[in-house]
């Protein structure tokens, strides 16, 4: 009888050990299929972000005005001012691209 036992737990225990590969197969299939267009909108958001010069044109813009004193213009660019709009106008694009995800993907 013990031997029959053993069997059977052997035997199982092999089909729960396949299952488990075949299992752990699937997800890396499903993540890899996944993770190319995931990868693929991030890198054209990344793209679009980093075409956004924003310091460069704060800057022109502030130069191209006659009426600023070059101590105003000096004190723009000190404080970092373009530098900073820059990084507000990509956390908003970051958060508008993220907001496009469904929520039900990303509850895991």
Do not use: C, H
Request: a neutral charge; charged letters at 5%.
């Amino acid at each position: 009888m013990s031997g029959i036992m053993s069997f059977i737990n052997g035997f199982f225990s092999t089909i729960q050990t396949l299952l488990g590969w075949v299992l752990d197969g699937l997800m890396y299939v499903l993540k890899t299929i996944l993770y190319f267009p995931f990868d693929g909108v991030l890198t054209a958001v990344e793209s679009i972000i980093a075409a956004l010069d924003f310091s460069s044109f704060a800057t022109s813009t502030a130069a191209s005005w006659t009426g600023m004193p070059p101590q105003l213009l000096y004190l723009v660019n000190a404080i970092g001012i373009p530098q900073g709009l820059a990084i507000l106008a990509s956390a908003y694009i970051l958060r508008i691209t993220l907001n496009l995800i469904p929520a039900s993907l990303t509850r895991i």
